[in-house]
């Protein structure tokens, strides 16, 4: 049996909750949906695609199962927490240093440097940030370790995840996108 996999992209995160939290850096993992991010899934769970799937894969980030257990809810599936699909890392070291105020990696930063890191693998001064290569290899061995185990498995997951195993160049917040693997 060849598996597809319907990859789902979280809904909106709440930046300013982060922010007002001083969740910098690693620590914006830890951010929640929004109202509209909520919505953005249960509109999401909807979505015929996702019928008749066994169950959902789900990044460990607080969006992510998050928007996972909303899917899980709705479509009353259960839920497997996977590290390996957790998003782009900025700094492998994961060591969650807190910036200075001159040096916060917030939402603006997180935001040019994911865009520019995405689309050149390089950001100056930054030499520890995974690259599309990384992403995809991690995230694909997860994937096959359920490959042929049922017909449809949802992965709820992040923007980096998906452009990196599909090329796709933007995801949408809620976006399902179908893959198989070779």
Sequence with gaps: MKTTFYLV?????DWDWAEAM????????????????????EHTACDPQLRGASFILASPYTRTMQSAQI??????????????????LYDRDMRGDLPTPDE???REDMTRCFYHYMEHDELTGE??????????????????????QAEKIIVVCHEGVIRSVTGMK???????VPITLE
């Excluded at 914006?28 to 509209?36: E, K």
């Excluded at 933007?170 to 399902?176: D, R, S, T």
């Design 127 to 148: 030499d520890n940030c995974e690259t599309y290569a990384v992403i995809a290899e991690r995230v694909l061995g997860c994937l096959r370790r359920y490959d042929g």
């Design 71 to 88: 899917l899980s809810r709705r479509l009353d599936l259960p839920v497997t927490v996977e590290w390996e699909l957790h998003e782009w």
């Design 170 to 176: 933007a995801v949408n917040l809620g976006q399902v």
């Design 104 to 106: 916060r990696f917030g």
């Design 9 to 13: 992209r979280h809904g909106q995160p």
């Design 22 to 41: 001083r969740f910098y850096g690693p620590c914006s993992a830890y951010m929640p949906l929004t109202p509209l991010g909520v919505e953005q899934i």
